[in-house]
Nanobody
Framework: VQLQAFGGGLVQAGDSLRLSCAAS????????MGWFRQAPGLEREFVAA????????EYADSVKGRFTISRDNGKNMMYLQMSRLNPEDTAVYYC?????????????????WGQGTQVTVSS
């Protein structure tokens, strides 16, 4: 499986944005997926994760209630719907995948990473 994240951009505080992650290759549905982000000068941090069929999700406290992770196994796609964005959400966002069914929140456990997509939120 190879991953490609896209959909980032420059938005204003309070706006919404949807990120997408396209996966190539077979067996996408056998992978747990996640979104991570890294702001300049900071370490990569967990944002959201989803299990193989989308029935189970986890969120970082900082995005809970504002972001929604989802996936469409029929299209080999994962999404991150972001609302009520604020400048602290500015970062490069990465999608990641690992074989297995369960939700995984630790970046160290992910095997596959896509290139990042920049999200910039202006105040």
């Amino acid at each position: 499986v190879q991953l490609q994240a896209f959909g980032g951009g420059l938005v204003q505080a309070g706006d919404s944005l949807r990120l997408s992650c396209a996966a190539s290759g077979r067996s996408f549905s056998t992978y747990a997926m996640g979104w991570f982000r890294q702001a300049p000068g900071l370490e990569r941090e967990f944002v959201a994760a989803i299990n193989w069929n989308g029935a189970s999700t986890e969120y970082a406290d900082s995005v809970k209630g504002r972001f929604t992770i989802s996936r469409d196994n029929g299209k080999n796609m994962m999404y991150l719907q972001m609302s009520r964005l604020n400048p602290e959400d500015t970062a490069v966002y990465y999608c990641a995948a690992r074989p297995g069914a369960a939700v995984v929140t630790s970046g160290r456990l992910y095997d596959l990473w896509g290139q990042g997509t920049q999200v910039t939120v202006s105040s």
